[in-house]
């Protein structure tokens, strides 16, 4: 079982930037793939970026150029970067990993950019 602790949400005004933390219970070696999922109100959840085995990391055509996955391996931690925030950029942020078949979810960390 793998647990994940999102933090780093807050309020900032379009144009600023904000770093998301996911923390792990596992190690991130033994995790097939780590995501960041967004969901805005009245939306349906979305894939933001992913990070996979052979460090390869996909991003959603609406954050490229804006947001970086990273990794600290030491920390079983992944971040999110997000420069250049857009009022659009406003969601619950979700942290994902998926292990040997099962997803597991972090609670969330709001995020709001406000125009």
């Known amino acids: 079982q793998v647990q994940l602790v999102e933090s780093g949400g807050g309020l900032v005004q379009a144009g600023g930037s904000l770093r998301l933390s996911c923390a792990a219970s596992?190690?991130?070696?033994?995790?097939?793939?780590m995501g960041w999922y967004r969901q805005a109100p009245g939306k349906q959840r979305e894939l933001v970026a992913v990070?996979?085995?052979?460090?390869?990391?996909n991003y959603a055509d609406s954050v490229k150029g804006r947001f970086t996955m990273s990794r600290d391996d030491a920390k079983n931690t992944v971040y999110l970067q997000m420069n250049s925030l857009k009022p659009e950029d406003t969601a619950v942020y979700y942290c994902?990993?998926?292990?040997?078949?099962?997803?597991?979810w972090g609670k969330g960390t709001l995020v709001t950019v406000s125009s």
């Open positions: 994902n990993a998926y292990k040997m078949g099962l997803n597991y």
């Open positions: 990070f996979s085995s052979g460090s390869i990391t």
């Open positions: 596992a190690s991130i070696f033994s995790i097939n793939r």
